[in-house]
Each structure stands twice: as structure tokens, then as C-alpha cells.
């Protein structure tokens, strides 16, 4: 029959009566082993019984691995601690016999607290004036690392860590009670995946690999007593350090100590000895700026799920506790990142614009259906370091600060703070998508003039007659009877002006919010309220601004005939475990989508949208020609999408779709929006998109779109008068908000 945890307690009397034990000397503080042996029946029996249940089974902190959507291609990880648990069995069998070598033989001899030890220690003491020979067992280490990891408190610890007489005689105590719960092989396997190595390595699988790059199984007698002699003093016995003298001899003396346990023989022994430290150092990664150096452009794509991640409930009750939650609970997260994908979307980016350029050229790639982020590319470099970055591109700020290319940490891709960029003629697809849902047909048409005079108002500026709003085409051709096809085709300003004045633009606005758009700056958030957003007539020439992501998805949406899905940049999280994570009876990781847009509408917006890319709509006349004609000829399967460039062209937008893969591109400056990028960067984008996808579905069939149904193709007599009430509306635009000048 097992002792009970106060019997091995009394195993000190004999110690005590002797004479040996008046008290141990620790850390300068008395430490009376009398108060462990002469625990009562009811104040020992209280003691134990009070000892935290948690202590078995309290959770280390472990490392986040995030894998690429193939599950292996390792993107970066996440910890505050680098662990990973091992099971015992799967650690050199050296491993075990060096740790209990150094730190604690009689490991297998005692009962969670070693009187000989404590004798031991408390002579060495007396002999040396002070502490130089501790008395801890590696159960009582355990217990203080459980109690320090498992602290929710700075209180709790410090409690678990301090030196002091009540810590210790805890420790004694919880150490006595822990081996009646659980086997000497589990308190050894629990110690080596706690115990610190070192160079922020936790536990035996983060020191094998930060200091020979391979697993805890593979660890030789030499490298095996190398790390067991650190947990010591880590710093005292670093063996990375030029001089390797102190970890040379702590390594020969755990040697010793293995020999004179019988675990290797004298020939080993002196082999091991002999030989030289031998390191193989690894950095483990952490954190975003810690992606592959050849694959630094993930890091953009990192940030966006670390902000996502930031965002879900399921991993915390604010921001903050989610973040810890990422860098401590040991998850296996498999991204969408498609890696094929994120490289081509990356290599058509930098053909056309390189990093030290102050326009920000960017792509994402999202998938219809899911919402599924493949590829989010952009000609940065993702780090923190902007010391050899080329100056502001706004010449108020460069004596301030410098400008943030080629290397940026800011998200210019979406998920983060920045509000994004305009996205021009882009919005368009809100009005049409607003008109067709309320039963404005395809062939809807209104002639349109190079100019008109809108019911809007607007506070005077270039495209202003009068007080009202009066915005102009791009191009003289566009003059004439135009349709939904042909004025999106075209890209039709004041076609779509009108279309919008039928609808109402505030149906257009909550379009946009209902497909995921989010107003970021204080303007935007004004004119989108309810008091303006009926009045916010140059919302269709794309004035507000929009991040990628948001973009990608609203035309993937259309690529799903209407499925709403949320832009999510993983696949699967399991747990420290194993299991897949739930919340609410949902897979976080899973799909987040629902109907949000009637399949025949957005069929009907599809076909419209087939005109843009030269593909050609399935039901009506495209006007002759269009603004994107070379991505259904670069592509050369079913495409449809949207152009936009702003005024003065500040930026340059393409979004096009197919019903495998839909992305959106733009180019803009991130510094300075008030810096034009010119004509000569208006088509880059749609080469870019046509590119990407273009690799994307190489291989793939050629699905074609569904054709929109009768009912939103005909409808009855045309009307192009509008006599409705305008509002007021700072439209932020000059009469070129849409500079496609007819490409």
C-alpha cells in the first residue's frame, strides 16, 4: 500500500531528532523543515486537502503554429514562450536520464520531497556560510513552474516564484500530494516541457530546436546533457556565447552524474566528454515580422488574420485577451494563403511597380463562395525597420518622418485602422445592384449626356452648377442612350447619375454596407448617415474609400450569384489537443456566408459587369466597346469586373471575377492621396488581376457564369425624367470622379 502524503512528511522526524535539520539556509531566509514534519492529522490533513486541483492539469503556455492552406508550409508562429508538448517517449532516452542526472537523483527514490537531499544541502550551506546547494526535488521544481504558468494574477506569480519559508514549505507540501496523483514518468515528461532553456525556449521540443535544429528525439548523449545542464542557470552556461568554457564543464559534470548513475558507460563517458559543443541555431519565428525572409510579402497577409483573430469573440472577451490567447494556447491554424497564388499575385505586382516606388501597388484574391483569402500581395516589405526608407511623398511631413516604402508594417491591403483608398467608378456596382433589387430591369436606359445637372446639391466647387451637382463623362463618345450594360461597360458617369437619382443614392450607400463596406473616415461616416446619405449624389463615382479586401469581396459575392460570404483568412484551428475549435456550435474557421442578395439580381449585375472586360454580356449590346477589353483577352475564359479611377487620378482601381476566383487591384500613394498616379498607371491593375487569375485557374475548367432570368433582363417603359428633391452633399469630387477616359 502507497504511504500517504503525511506518512512520507514524517519521513523527516528521524532528520529532525538527530539534530541534522534546525533550519536550511535559502536565499537567506530560514526555511524550519519542523513545520513540513510536524504537519498534524488536522492541520496536515487541511494543508493537503487545500492544495489546488488545477495543479495537475494546469495548461503551460504553448506556441501557435500558422500553416499555409496546404497545412505544412509553415507561415510563422505565435508565443510569448516557444513550447511545444512532447510526450516522454518521444524524447531521447539521454534526455531523461540527463535531467534526472543533474537535477534530482534520487528522483526515483523519493517522494516528492528527498530528506537526504535537504540534509545535504542544509550541511553544504552551514560549510559555505550561504546558499550554495539547493533542496529541491524536480517534482517541487514542477509544482513551482505549474504554479508560476498557471498564475492569472502578477500576485499569484510572484507568490509562486519568491523566496521565501511559506513558498518552499508549500512546494513541499503540494510536491507530496502530487505524486500520490500522478506516476514519476508524468511529473518528469510535465518538468521537461516546462523547464527554460534559454533564448526564450520552453521545454525540451523549443530547446532542440533552437539549439540543434532538430527534434527532442533525435538529441545525441553530448547535446542531451548539453541542455540538461542549463536548466540551471541558462544564462550562466549559454553555450551560444563566443566563450563556451561554463558550458562546456556543466555539460562534463551532468556526464559525470549520468555515470555514476549507471545510465552510460565509462567509454561514453569519456567520448562525450572529449568532444566539442557543436550548435546548429535556429531562430523560431514570431510573430509577423518574423515570416520567412524569401516569403517576407506574407507578412501583410499575417497581420490581416492577427487584426482578425484580434476580432473574434470565440478567442476572448476583448482584443487583448484574444492576442494572448494566440501567442499562449498552442493552436494548429491553417490559413487560406494559397502560396502558388500569394507568389504570382506578388510577381505581376512587382513587374509593374517596384517597392521603392511611392504608389502602393497591391492585389487580393478572395474566393466566391467561402470568403476565403488566397493570396493578399503587395510591392512592400512587411517590417518595422524604415531607417533606409525614401522620403514622404507630401512635402509637409518630410521633415517629420520618413515615407513608408519599401518597408511598412501598415495594412494596406484592409483588416487593419487605414481607411483604404477611393475606389472610383468601382462603386458603380452598388447603384445597379441597388436599382436591379428594386426592380429596375438590364435594359433600363436614359440618355446621357457628356454633362448634367443632378438634383443633388453640393457646396460650390469644380463640378458645380450653381448649387447643384453636376458631374461630367469622361469622354465625348459616351453621349447617347445608354443601359445598364453599356453605361457599366463604358462606364457612364452621368448614366449612372441618373440610375441613381431613380433609385435613391442612400439605397446605393446601404449596398455597399450590406456587401461589407465600412465607413472609416469622418466624412465618410457623416454622408453615410442617415441625415445625408439620400443626398449623397457622387456616392456612385466611387468618392468613398474602400480597402481591397472590402472590394474583392463585394465581386466575389456576384461571383456566388449573391452569396454573402465574410472575407476569413483561415481554414481550420484546432486546439492544444487536437480538436477543432467551436463557438456557438459553429466552426470559427468555418464559412460565415448567407444569401444576401437575390441570385437573379446578381446574375443580372454579372452580366452588366461582362461587358467591362470584353467578354460580352450573355443578354444584351455592350455599346461597342469597353473599358477593360484586355482581361477577357489576357484571360481568355469567362470574366466579368469593374474599373475605377478617381479624379485627377489619385488611384486606379480593376475588379474582375470568374465564378472560381475574384480579385481586386489597385494603385494608389498611402502617404499622400493627394498624389496623382498618373495615366500611364491607369491599366496596370486590370493586367495585374487578369495575370494573377490567369496563373490561378490554369488547369481549371472554364466555368461560365449563369445567365440572369427574363424578369431582370426586360422591363417596361423606359423613364429617364427624375424630378425628385435633392439634399445636401460634400461630394469630396471634382467633375473628373471618374477619369476611365474611356480606356
Known amino acids: 500500500m502507497k504511504k500517504t502524503g503525511l506518512a512520507k512528511a514524517g519521513r523527516l522526524a528521524p532528520l529532525i531528532r538527530a ?20 504537519v498534524g492529522a488536522k492541520t496536515g490533513a487541511d494543508a493537503l486537502a487545500s492544495m489546488p486541483d488545477e495543479l495537475t492539469v494546469v495548461p503551460s503556455a504553448q506556441t501557435t503554429y500558422v500553416y499555409a492552406n496546404d497545412g505544412k508550409t509553415l507561415l510563422t508562429m505565435f508565443y510569448e514562450e516557444h513550447r511545444k508538448p512532447t510526450k516522454i517517449e518521444d524524447m531521447s532516452p539521454y534526455l531523461t536520464s540527463a535531467i534526472v542526472a543533474s537535477e534530482d537523483t534520487r528522483f526515483y527514490e523519493h517522494n516528492g520531497v528527498d530528506p537526504k537531499g535537504v540534509a545535504r544541502a542544509f550541511v553544504a550551506n552551514q560549510q559555505a556560510g550561504g546558499v550554495s546547494q539547493g533542496a529541491s526535488t524536480l517534482t517541487m521544481q514542477y509544482v513551482r513552474m ?62 532542440a530546436e533552437v539549439f540543434f535544429s532538430k527534434t527532442p528525439k533525435d538529441l545525441t548523449l553530448t547535446e542531451a546533457a548539453l541542455l540538461a545542464g542549463l536548466v540551471k542557470a541558462p544564462s550562466a552556461y549559454d553555450p551560444a556565447v563566443n566563450d563556451r568554457t561554463a558550458a562546456t564543464e556543466r555539460r562534463n559534470y551532468v556526464i559525470d552524474q549520468m555515470l555514476k548513475m549507471g545510465s552510460i558507460t565509462p567509454a561514453q563517458a569519456k567520448s562525450a566528454q572529449k568532444a566539442k559543443i557543436k550548435l546548429n541555431l535556429t531562430a523560431p519565428p514570431n510573430d509577423c515580422v518574423s515570416v520567412p525572409e524569401e516569403e517576407n510579402d506574407w507578412g501583410f497577409f499575417c497581420d490581416y488574420l492577427r487584426n482578425w483573430w484580434m476580432e473574434q469573440p470565440a478567442f476572448g472577451a476583448n482584443p487583448q485577451e484574444r492576442l494572448a490567447n494566440l501567442r499562449r494556447g498552442g493552436y494548429k491554424v491553417v490559413t487560406t494563403l494559397d502560396p502558388k497564388i500569394q507568389s504570382s499575385a506578388m510577381k505581376h505586382i512587382l513587374d509593374k ?98 454633362r448634367i445637372v443632378t438634383k443633388y446639391i453640393t457646396a460650390p466647387g469644380p463640378a458645380t452648377c450653381g448649387i447643384r451637382w453636376c458631374p461630367k463623362n469622361s469622354s465625348k463618345s459616351m453621349t447617347g442612350r445608354q443601359t445598364m450594360w453599356s453605361g457599366f461597360g463604358k462606364s457612364v458617369n452621368t448614366y449612372f447619375v441618373q440610375l441613381e437619382q431613380k433609385v435613391g443614392a442612400e439605397k446605393a450607400v446601404r449596398m455597399a454596407e450590406r456587401l461589407g463596406l465600412k465607413w472609416r473616415t469622418e466624412i465618410d461616416k457623416t454622408l453615410a448617415g442617415p441625415d445625408h446619405a439620400s443626398g449623397w449624389g457622387a456616392f456612385t463615382l466611387g468618392v468613398s474609400d474602400a480597402t481591397p479586401v472590402e472590394m474583392a469581396n463585394v465581386f466575389a459575392t456576384l461571383g456566388a450569384d449573391g452569396k454573402y460570404c465574410e472575407p476569413i483568412p483561415v481554414r481550420l484551428i484546432n486546439t492544444r489537443d487536437g480538436a477543432s475549435y467551436e463557438y456557438d456550435d459553429k466552426k470559427v474557421a468555418g464559412p460565415r456566408c448567407h444569401q444576401e442578395i437575390a441570385p437573379e439580381v446578381a446574375q443580372a449585375a454579372t452580366d452588366a459587369a461582362r461587358c467591362v472586360t470584353g467578354y460580352g454580356a450573355a443578354e444584351g449590346g455592350c455599346g461597342g466597346w469597353s473599358t477593360s477589353p484586355m482581361v477577357h483577352a489576357t484571360l481568355k475564359r469567362p470574366v466579368a469586373g469593374k474599373s475605377g479611377t478617381t479624379d485627377s487620378n489619385r488611384s486606379a482601381w480593376f475588379c474582375g471575377f470568374t465564378p472560381q476566383l475574384a480579385a481586386a487591384a489597385f494603385v494608389a500613394d498611402p ?73
Open 19 to 38: 539534530g541534522l535539520i534546525a533550519g536550511l539556509a535559502i536565499a537567506g531566509l530560514v526555511f524550519p523543515l519542523v513545520a513540513l514534519a510536524g
Open 146 to 207: 505549474a504554479l508560476r504558468d498557471g498564475a492569472e494574477t502578477p500576485k499569484e506569480a510572484l507568490e509562486a516564484t519568491e523566496q521565501t519559508t511559506e513558498r518552499k514549505l508549500r512546494e513541499m507540501r503540494l510536491a507530496i500530494e502530487l505524486e500520490q496523483r500522478i506516476s514519476k514518468q508524468e511529473i518528469l515528461q510535465r518538468y521537461l516541457n516546462s523547464a527554460y532553456f534559454g533564448h526564450r525556449a520552453y521545454g525540451v521540443f523549443a530547446a
Open 671 to 743: 502617404d499622400n492621396p493627394e498624389n496623382t498616379v498618373g495615366t500611364s498607371r491607369g491599366t496596370i491593375s486590370k493586367f495585374t488581376v487578369a495575370e494573377t487569375l490567369k496563373d490561378a485557374l490554369k488547369g481549371q475548367p472554364k466555368m461560365k457564369f449563369n445567365p440572369p432570368p427574363a424578369k431582370v433582363v426586360h422591363g417596361g417603359k423606359d423613364n429617364d425624367d427624375d424630378n425628385d428633391d435633392g439634399g445636401w452633399s460634400n461630394n469630396n469630387s471634382d467633375d473628373e470622379s471618374d477619369g476611365e477616359d474611356g480606356d
Open 353 to 450: 511597380e517596384k517597392r521603392k516606388s511611392v504608389y502602393a501597388h497591391g492585389e487580393v484574391v478572395i474566393e466566391p463562395g467561402t470568403g476565403r483569402i488566397k493570396a493578399m500581395a503587395v510591392n512592400r516589405r512587411y517590417s518595422l525597420d524604415q531607417k533606409d526608407n525614401g522620403e514622404h511623398s507630401d512635402s509637409r511631413r518630410r521633415d517629420q518622418v520618413r515615407g513608408n516604402y519599401p518597408n511598412t508594417v501598415n495594412p494596406l491591403l484592409g483588416g487593419g485602422d487605414m481607411a483604404g483608398y477611393q475606389a472610383g467608378s468601382t462603386f458603380k456596382i452598388f447603384t445597379m445592384l441597388a436599382a436591379l433589387e428594386e426592380g429596375m430591369p438590364l435594359n433600363t436606359s436614359f440618355y446621357s449626356p457628356e
